[in-house]
Protein backbone atom coordinates (compact mmCIF):
# COMPACT_ATOMS: atom_id res chain seq x y z
CA UNK A 1 0.00 0.00 0.00
CA UNK A 2 2.87 1.82 1.08
CA UNK A 3 4.44 2.13 -2.34
CA UNK A 4 1.07 2.63 -4.21
CA UNK A 5 0.94 5.74 -2.19
CA UNK A 6 4.22 7.04 -3.25
CA UNK A 7 4.11 6.01 -6.56
CA UNK A 8 0.36 8.02 -7.03
CA UNK A 9 2.23 10.70 -5.79
CA UNK A 10 5.09 10.85 -7.86
CA UNK A 11 2.66 9.96 -10.97
CA UNK A 12 0.52 13.45 -9.77
CA UNK A 13 3.78 15.32 -10.26
CA UNK A 14 4.60 13.95 -13.13
CA UNK A 15 1.99 14.66 -14.80
CA UNK A 16 1.07 18.25 -13.04
CA UNK A 17 4.91 19.21 -14.47
CA UNK A 18 3.90 18.14 -18.06
CA UNK A 19 0.64 19.22 -18.51
CA UNK A 20 1.30 23.23 -18.83
CA UNK A 21 -0.83 25.81 -20.40
CA UNK A 22 0.20 24.33 -23.84
CA UNK A 23 -1.27 21.49 -23.10
CA UNK A 24 -4.28 23.08 -21.58
CA UNK A 25 -5.12 25.70 -24.76
CA UNK A 26 -4.78 22.28 -26.91
CA UNK A 27 -2.06 24.39 -29.00
CA UNK A 28 0.71 22.39 -28.08
CA UNK A 29 -1.39 19.04 -29.00
CA UNK A 30 -2.24 20.29 -32.09
CA UNK A 31 1.43 21.35 -33.07
CA UNK A 32 3.21 18.10 -32.03
CA UNK A 33 0.17 15.58 -32.82
CA UNK A 34 -3.55 16.46 -34.47
CA UNK A 35 -2.42 18.63 -37.28
CA UNK A 36 -1.15 15.11 -38.27
CA UNK A 37 -4.47 13.39 -37.94
CA UNK A 38 -4.37 9.38 -37.90
CA UNK A 39 -0.44 9.49 -37.79
CA UNK A 40 -0.91 12.04 -35.12
CA UNK A 41 -2.57 8.97 -32.95
CA UNK A 42 0.36 6.69 -33.70
CA UNK A 43 2.91 9.35 -32.84
CA UNK A 44 1.13 9.89 -29.28
CA UNK A 45 1.44 6.20 -28.44
CA UNK A 46 5.24 6.46 -29.27
CA UNK A 47 5.74 9.52 -27.02
CA UNK A 48 3.56 7.66 -23.88
CA UNK A 49 6.27 4.74 -24.37
CA UNK A 50 9.06 7.75 -24.20
CA UNK A 51 7.20 9.06 -21.36
CA UNK A 52 6.51 5.89 -19.12
CA UNK A 53 10.21 4.41 -20.15
CA UNK A 54 12.48 7.49 -19.81
CA UNK A 55 10.60 9.50 -17.07
CA UNK A 56 10.88 6.28 -14.86
CA UNK A 57 15.12 6.17 -15.90
CA UNK A 58 15.63 9.94 -15.18
CA UNK A 59 14.31 8.96 -11.81
CA UNK A 60 15.78 5.83 -11.25
CA UNK A 61 19.40 7.28 -12.63
CA UNK A 62 18.90 10.35 -10.26
CA UNK A 63 18.87 7.55 -7.20
CA UNK A 64 21.89 6.35 -8.14
CA UNK A 65 24.23 9.42 -8.57
CA UNK A 66 21.74 10.62 -5.92
CA UNK A 67 21.76 13.90 -7.40
CA UNK A 68 20.49 16.65 -6.03
CA UNK A 69 19.40 19.16 -8.72
CA UNK A 70 19.11 18.58 -12.58
CA UNK A 71 22.95 20.29 -12.88
CA UNK A 72 24.25 17.22 -11.17
CA UNK A 73 21.74 15.07 -12.68
CA UNK A 74 23.20 17.03 -16.61
CA UNK A 75 26.50 16.70 -15.21
CA UNK A 76 26.03 12.98 -15.00
CA UNK A 77 24.84 13.21 -19.01
CA UNK A 78 26.90 15.22 -20.48
CA UNK A 79 30.44 15.60 -18.34
CA UNK A 80 31.33 19.02 -16.91
CA UNK A 81 32.47 20.90 -19.81
CA UNK A 82 28.63 20.54 -21.62
CA UNK A 83 26.87 19.80 -18.96
CA UNK A 84 27.68 23.95 -18.86
CA UNK A 85 26.39 24.24 -22.13
CA UNK A 86 23.12 22.34 -21.68
CA UNK A 87 22.36 24.32 -18.47
CA UNK A 88 22.92 27.40 -20.46
CA UNK A 89 20.38 25.85 -22.87
CA UNK A 90 18.32 24.97 -20.15
CA UNK A 91 18.12 28.56 -18.98
CA UNK A 92 17.26 29.63 -22.90
CA UNK A 93 14.33 27.15 -22.58
CA UNK A 94 12.98 28.53 -19.47
CA UNK A 95 12.65 32.14 -21.21
CA UNK A 96 11.37 30.81 -24.32
CA UNK A 97 8.47 28.89 -22.12
CA UNK A 98 8.15 32.20 -20.48
CA UNK A 99 7.47 34.15 -23.54
CA UNK A 100 4.77 31.56 -24.93
CA UNK A 101 2.75 31.78 -21.03
CA UNK A 102 2.86 35.39 -21.50
CA UNK A 103 2.00 35.23 -25.33
CA UNK A 104 -0.76 32.83 -24.47
CA UNK A 105 -1.93 34.83 -21.40
CA UNK A 106 -2.65 37.74 -24.04
CA UNK A 107 -3.93 35.34 -26.54
CA UNK A 108 -7.14 34.00 -24.20
CA UNK A 109 -8.01 37.99 -23.55
CA UNK A 110 -8.12 38.65 -26.85
CA UNK A 111 -9.59 35.69 -28.41
CA UNK A 112 -11.79 34.48 -26.36
CA UNK A 113 -12.81 37.47 -23.86
CA UNK A 114 -12.64 40.30 -26.70
CA UNK A 115 -10.32 42.85 -24.55
CA UNK A 116 -7.47 44.88 -26.12
CA UNK A 117 -4.17 43.52 -27.34
CA UNK A 118 -2.19 43.94 -24.42
CA UNK A 119 -4.16 43.50 -21.38
CA UNK A 120 -3.71 39.92 -21.00
CA UNK A 121 0.19 40.84 -20.89
CA UNK A 122 -0.37 44.00 -18.21
CA UNK A 123 -2.60 42.08 -15.71
CA UNK A 124 -0.12 38.78 -15.82
CA UNK A 125 3.17 40.53 -15.35
CA UNK A 126 1.17 42.86 -12.67
CA UNK A 127 0.04 39.60 -10.96
CA UNK A 128 3.44 38.25 -11.89
CA UNK A 129 5.43 40.69 -9.91
CA UNK A 130 2.99 40.81 -6.67
CA UNK A 131 3.64 36.90 -6.65
CA UNK A 132 7.57 36.98 -6.74
CA UNK A 133 7.72 39.85 -4.04
CA UNK A 134 5.65 38.03 -2.05
CA UNK A 135 6.24 34.09 -2.36
CA UNK A 136 4.79 31.18 -4.66
CA UNK A 137 4.16 28.60 -1.44
CA UNK A 138 0.23 29.19 -1.89
CA UNK A 139 0.50 29.32 -5.66
CA UNK A 140 1.50 26.00 -6.97
CA UNK A 141 -1.22 24.66 -4.50
CA UNK A 142 -3.34 25.64 -7.35
CA UNK A 143 -2.08 23.25 -9.43
CA UNK A 144 -4.02 20.43 -7.09
CA UNK A 145 -7.36 21.97 -8.06
CA UNK A 146 -6.50 22.97 -11.69
CA UNK A 147 -4.99 19.97 -13.05
CA UNK A 148 -7.88 17.20 -11.96
CA UNK A 149 -10.20 19.76 -12.76
CA UNK A 150 -9.13 20.04 -16.25
CA UNK A 151 -8.65 15.96 -16.39
CA UNK A 152 -12.34 16.42 -15.37
CA UNK A 153 -13.28 18.73 -18.23
CA UNK A 154 -11.45 16.85 -20.59
CA UNK A 155 -13.66 13.78 -20.27
CA UNK A 156 -16.50 15.88 -20.47
CA UNK A 157 -15.38 17.07 -24.12
CA UNK A 158 -14.20 13.59 -24.73
CA UNK A 159 -18.04 12.61 -24.00
CA UNK A 160 -19.12 15.23 -26.30
CA UNK A 161 -16.72 15.09 -29.12
CA UNK A 162 -18.10 11.62 -30.31
CA UNK A 163 -21.72 13.67 -31.76
CA UNK A 164 -19.33 15.56 -33.88
CA UNK A 165 -19.48 14.16 -37.66
CA UNK A 166 -16.08 15.12 -38.65
CA UNK A 167 -14.71 13.02 -35.84
CA UNK A 168 -13.90 9.93 -37.22
CA UNK A 169 -13.29 11.46 -40.60
CA UNK A 170 -10.15 13.37 -39.44
CA UNK A 171 -9.66 11.09 -36.97
CA UNK A 172 -9.01 8.12 -39.66
CA UNK A 173 -7.46 10.09 -42.17
CA UNK A 174 -3.86 8.49 -43.63
CA UNK A 175 -2.52 11.40 -44.95
CA UNK A 176 -0.01 11.35 -47.78
CA UNK A 177 3.61 12.02 -48.15
CA UNK A 178 6.31 12.71 -45.32
CA UNK A 179 3.59 12.89 -42.94
CA UNK A 180 4.06 9.97 -41.06
CA UNK A 181 8.01 11.03 -40.93
CA UNK A 182 7.31 14.29 -39.47
CA UNK A 183 4.91 12.40 -37.00
CA UNK A 184 7.04 10.19 -35.91
CA UNK A 185 10.00 13.06 -35.41
CA UNK A 186 6.76 15.12 -33.37
CA UNK A 187 6.75 11.99 -30.74
CA UNK A 188 10.74 12.25 -30.38
CA UNK A 189 10.79 15.82 -30.29
CA UNK A 190 7.77 16.39 -27.59
CA UNK A 191 8.97 13.97 -25.35
CA UNK A 192 12.64 15.44 -25.32
CA UNK A 193 11.15 19.01 -24.60
CA UNK A 194 9.18 18.04 -21.89
CA UNK A 195 11.20 15.55 -20.47
CA UNK A 196 14.21 17.79 -20.52
CA UNK A 197 12.14 20.60 -18.34
CA UNK A 198 10.68 17.97 -16.28
CA UNK A 199 13.84 16.89 -14.99
CA UNK A 200 14.44 19.78 -13.12
CA UNK A 201 11.10 18.52 -10.53
CA UNK A 202 11.56 14.70 -11.12
CA UNK A 203 15.31 14.37 -10.76
CA UNK A 204 14.88 15.97 -6.45
CA UNK A 205 11.45 14.44 -5.64
CA UNK A 206 13.06 10.91 -6.33
CA UNK A 207 16.39 11.72 -4.46
CA UNK A 208 14.27 12.62 -2.09
CA UNK A 209 11.66 9.15 -2.05
CA UNK A 210 15.25 7.41 -2.53
CA UNK A 211 13.38 4.17 -3.47
CA UNK A 212 13.62 3.07 -6.89
CA UNK A 213 10.59 0.47 -6.85
CA UNK A 214 8.58 3.42 -5.87
CA UNK A 215 9.69 5.74 -8.65
CA UNK A 216 9.49 3.48 -11.18
CA UNK A 217 6.32 2.65 -10.64
CA UNK A 218 5.11 6.27 -10.33
CA UNK A 219 6.98 6.63 -13.70
CA UNK A 220 4.78 3.76 -15.70
CA UNK A 221 1.56 4.78 -14.61
CA UNK A 222 2.52 9.12 -15.09
CA UNK A 223 3.44 7.80 -18.48
CA UNK A 224 0.13 5.88 -18.86
CA UNK A 225 -2.15 9.05 -17.81
CA UNK A 226 -0.22 11.15 -19.93
CA UNK A 227 -0.40 8.99 -22.82
CA UNK A 228 -4.92 8.66 -22.10
CA UNK A 229 -5.10 12.09 -21.75
CA UNK A 230 -2.70 13.01 -24.68
CA UNK A 231 -5.31 10.38 -26.66
CA UNK A 232 -8.09 12.09 -25.44
CA UNK A 233 -7.07 15.27 -26.36
CA UNK A 234 -6.26 14.63 -29.88
CA UNK A 235 -9.59 12.65 -29.90
CA UNK A 236 -11.04 16.15 -28.43
CA UNK A 237 -9.45 18.39 -31.04
CA UNK A 238 -10.00 16.65 -33.79
CA UNK A 239 -13.75 16.84 -33.42
CA UNK A 240 -13.27 20.76 -35.16
CA UNK A 241 -12.11 20.99 -38.61
CA UNK A 242 -8.82 22.64 -39.20
CA UNK A 243 -7.88 23.45 -35.14
CA UNK A 244 -4.51 24.88 -36.62
CA UNK A 245 -6.24 27.81 -37.04
CA UNK A 246 -7.25 28.70 -33.50
CA UNK A 247 -4.39 29.80 -30.66
CA UNK A 248 -6.54 28.12 -27.92
CA UNK A 249 -8.54 25.54 -29.55
CA UNK A 250 -9.67 23.63 -26.27
CA UNK A 251 -11.68 26.71 -25.85
CA UNK A 252 -13.41 27.21 -29.15
CA UNK A 253 -14.51 23.64 -28.45
CA UNK A 254 -15.55 24.41 -24.95
CA UNK A 255 -17.67 27.22 -26.01
CA UNK A 256 -19.19 25.27 -28.89
CA UNK A 257 -20.17 21.93 -27.08
CA UNK A 258 -20.52 22.92 -23.75
CA UNK A 259 -20.87 26.58 -22.86
CA UNK A 260 -22.04 25.70 -19.36
CA UNK A 261 -18.78 25.77 -17.96
CA UNK A 262 -16.83 28.07 -20.80
CA UNK A 263 -15.83 30.93 -18.54
CA UNK A 264 -14.74 28.15 -15.51
CA UNK A 265 -12.39 26.41 -18.58
CA UNK A 266 -10.91 29.69 -19.40
CA UNK A 267 -10.56 30.16 -15.49
CA UNK A 268 -8.60 27.17 -15.50
CA UNK A 269 -6.31 27.97 -18.70
CA UNK A 270 -5.22 31.14 -16.95
CA UNK A 271 -4.23 29.54 -13.96
CA UNK A 272 -2.42 26.89 -15.70
CA UNK A 273 -1.01 29.56 -18.04
CA UNK A 274 0.21 31.54 -15.06
CA UNK A 275 1.23 28.84 -12.77
CA UNK A 276 3.42 27.65 -15.41
CA UNK A 277 5.05 31.01 -16.22
CA UNK A 278 5.54 31.73 -12.37
CA UNK A 279 7.49 28.67 -11.89
CA UNK A 280 9.47 28.80 -14.87
CA UNK A 281 10.33 32.45 -14.19
CA UNK A 282 11.03 30.83 -10.30
CA UNK A 283 13.40 28.26 -11.65
CA UNK A 284 15.07 30.86 -14.11
CA UNK A 285 15.86 32.61 -11.53
CA UNK A 286 17.77 30.26 -9.32
CA UNK A 287 19.37 29.29 -12.39
CA UNK A 288 20.77 32.78 -13.02
CA UNK A 289 22.17 32.78 -9.20
CA UNK A 290 24.17 30.47 -9.69
CA UNK A 291 26.32 32.62 -12.34
CA UNK A 292 25.65 36.24 -10.63
CA UNK A 293 25.66 37.66 -7.55
CA UNK A 294 22.88 39.98 -8.04
CA UNK A 295 19.44 40.91 -6.41
CA UNK A 296 16.16 39.26 -7.12
CA UNK A 297 14.33 42.42 -7.50
CA UNK A 298 16.55 43.27 -11.17
CA UNK A 299 17.01 39.34 -12.19
CA UNK A 300 12.91 39.53 -12.08
CA UNK A 301 12.80 42.94 -14.45
CA UNK A 302 15.17 41.48 -16.77
CA UNK A 303 13.36 38.15 -16.78
CA UNK A 304 9.90 39.75 -17.40
CA UNK A 305 11.75 42.73 -19.76
CA UNK A 306 13.27 40.07 -21.90
CA UNK A 307 10.12 37.81 -21.90
CA UNK A 308 7.45 40.45 -23.19
CA UNK A 309 9.80 41.46 -25.70
CA UNK A 310 9.83 37.84 -27.17
CA UNK A 311 5.91 37.20 -26.41
CA UNK A 312 4.83 39.96 -29.31
CA UNK A 313 5.02 37.19 -31.28
CA UNK A 314 1.77 35.76 -31.78
CA UNK A 315 1.06 32.41 -29.41
CA UNK A 316 0.59 30.35 -31.94
CA UNK A 317 3.59 31.40 -33.80
CA UNK A 318 5.74 31.39 -30.90
CA UNK A 319 4.57 28.41 -29.31
CA UNK A 320 5.33 26.79 -32.96
CA UNK A 321 8.79 28.35 -33.72
CA UNK A 322 9.80 27.78 -29.90
CA UNK A 323 8.48 24.39 -29.06
CA UNK A 324 9.32 22.07 -31.95
CA UNK A 325 12.89 23.87 -31.96
CA UNK A 326 13.43 23.02 -27.88
CA UNK A 327 12.53 19.95 -28.80
CA UNK A 328 15.22 19.31 -31.63
CA UNK A 329 17.75 20.24 -29.27
CA UNK A 330 16.30 18.22 -26.54
CA UNK A 331 16.67 15.18 -28.70
CA UNK A 332 20.66 15.31 -27.45
CA UNK A 333 19.18 14.70 -24.22
CA UNK A 334 16.89 12.21 -25.13
CA UNK A 335 19.73 9.90 -27.13
CA UNK A 336 21.87 10.30 -24.42
CA UNK A 337 19.82 9.38 -20.97
CA UNK A 338 18.02 6.24 -23.56
CA UNK A 339 22.21 4.98 -24.36
CA UNK A 340 23.02 5.20 -20.33
CA UNK A 341 22.95 1.54 -19.14
CA UNK A 342 20.31 0.17 -16.90
CA UNK A 343 21.87 -1.25 -13.38
CA UNK A 344 21.48 -4.47 -12.66
CA UNK A 345 19.10 -3.90 -9.35
CA UNK A 346 16.56 -2.08 -11.35
Known amino acids: MKKWTGALQVAAVYVGTVIGAGFATGREIVEFFTQYEFWGLISILLAG ?3 VFLGSKIMIKA ?19 FSKVMNIFTMIMLIGVCAVMLSGAEALFTEQLRFSHTIGSVITIALALVVMAVGVKGLFAVNTFVVP ?9 LIRSFESEHLF ?3 LNIPEGFISIKAIVAAFSYAAFNLALAQAVLVPIAVEINEKSIVKLGGFVGGVILTIILISSHIILTSI ?7 IPMAVIVKGAASGIYFIYLFIIYGEIFTSLIGNMYGLERQIHRYLDIKSFWIHGCI ?3 VYVISRVDYGKLLGILYPFFGYISLLFLLILWMKPISKNE
Open 49 to 51: YLF
Open 63 to 81: IDIQASSFEEFNEYLFGKL
Open 149 to 157: MLIFFNLIL
Open 169 to 171: ISL
Open 241 to 247: PNPILFD
Open 304 to 306: IFI
